[in-house]
């Protein structure tokens, strides 16, 4: 399937890291989603009931990351990803990439990408 449904550089904040200052305070992290999805049928339709919703994702994300408290961004992007595929069936695969600004000194951050499908843990 060649069709994504994308949100990118939806920045939030949660509570992450290993250093004990990183357990004290809200960290920003920055989250690209690119889910795989028919969209012919809700094109052809001009039907949103059809469509994965991406608000509705971005929410979901949103929601699950505030409300965590991980040590690792890849325990965050895995999380995420089981999240994306539980809660929208119109996803079949999931690409999650969880950036942390400002981590390393001299980059613009660093994180990881992940991808995830339905028919098993890597798409």
Not at 49 to 69: I, M, N, T
Request: hydrophobic share 45%; with cysteine; aromatic share 6%.
């Amino acid at each position: 399937m060649a069709d994504r449904v994308f949100v990118q550089g939806l920045e939030l904040y949660c509570v992450i890291g290993l250093q004990p200052w990183e357990r004290q305070v809200m960290q920003k992290v920055r989250i690209d989603l690119q889910m795989t999805a028919d969209c012919a049928p809700p094109a052809v339709a001009d039907d949103p009931a059809l469509a994965l919703d991406y608000r509705a994702v971005s929410k979901r994300v949103q929601q699950l990351v505030e409300g965590s408290s991980f040590q690792l961004v890849e325990t965050l992007a895995e999380r995420i990803a089981s999240a994306i595929l539980t809660d929208f069936p119109r996803a079949a695969s999931v690409t999650v990439r969880v950036a942390k600004p400002g981590a390393v000194r001299f980059a613009d951050a660093v994180g990881v990408e992940i991808e995830r499908s339905r028919e098993g843990r890597s798409a």
